[in-house]
């Protein structure tokens, strides 16, 4: 099982420019999530999907959106990147809602110039 | 505020020794506690998952123990190796607000040297 796929790994881009951001897991989770990860600062949640079909907000949204396209993908779009966006993002997986079983992808780093 | 706060920020030790890493919380209503390994260039992986009822729980050289009354939870590592040397994060969740109650702390990087 490759568990939770992101990609690309790397990414750099010219302020203004979009992106999306790609992850699938193959775990038959029902939840998935965005997180980015900043320098001395804990995992921020920027979106989640508590089951098919639904997305919510998370603690740091702006700037960002999502798409549950299925059971398993979920992808991340920035429309005008911003260099504050430059960041460390991880999607993750769990089975259940309120369960956070903790299966993170390896990582998108992207750097926004 | 529901905060993580994590303590050393950053630790050295040779390999062979024995660590212990402190996470303190003022997350609320309490529901889990969970210790991250994360390594370099890699998303995090679940080490430990504690609730309010458990006091201490082991996986392998790793030990956690949580004490609720104090809001503190410890990793302790026993006979460090060199793959040892990872960030190790713990993470805080409450019973409500589903989705912005998964509180991380910013982590402890542990290096193992030789």
């Known amino acids: 099982n490759a568990g939770v796929t992101q990609t690309p790994k790397f990414q750099v881009l010219k302020t203004g420019q979009s992106m999306t951001l790609q992850c699938a897991q193959d775990m038959n989770h029902n939840s998935m999530y965005w997180y980015r990860q900043d320098p001395g600062m804990g995992l921020r949640l920027i979106y989640y999907s508590a089951s098919e079909g639904t997305t919510d907000k998370g603690e740091v949204p702006n700037g960002y959106n999502v798409s549950r396209l299925n059971k398993r993908e979920f992808s991340l779009r920035l429309e005008s990147a911003a260099p504050s966006q430059t960041s460390v993002y991880f999607c993750?997986?769990?089975?259940?809602?309120?369960?956070?079983?903790?299966?993170f992808g390896s990582g998108t780093r992207l750097t926004v110039v | 505020k529901n905060q993580v706060e994590q303590s050393p920020q950053s630790l050295i030790i040779l390999e062979g020794k024995n660590c212990t890493l402190q996470?303190?919380?003022?997350?609320?209503?309490?529901?889990?506690l969970r210790w991250y390994k994360q390594d370099t260039g890699r998303g995090p992986v679940s080490l430990t998952i504690?609730?309010?009822?458990?006091n201490t729980k082991s996986n392998g050289r790793y030990t956690a123990t949580l004490d609720a009354d104090t809001k503190q939870s410890s990793l302790h590592i026993t006979a460090s190796q060199l793959s040892d040397s990872a960030s190790y994060i713990c993470v805080v969740s409450a019973t409500r607000n589903y989705g912005q109650n998964f509180v991380f702390g910013p982590g402890t990087r542990l290096s193992v040297l030789p």
């Open positions: 504690m609730t309010f009822s458990e």
């Open positions: 993750a997986s769990s089975r259940r809602r309120d369960e956070f079983a903790g299966t």
């Open positions: 996470c303190n919380y003022t997350v609320s209503p309490f529901s889990n």
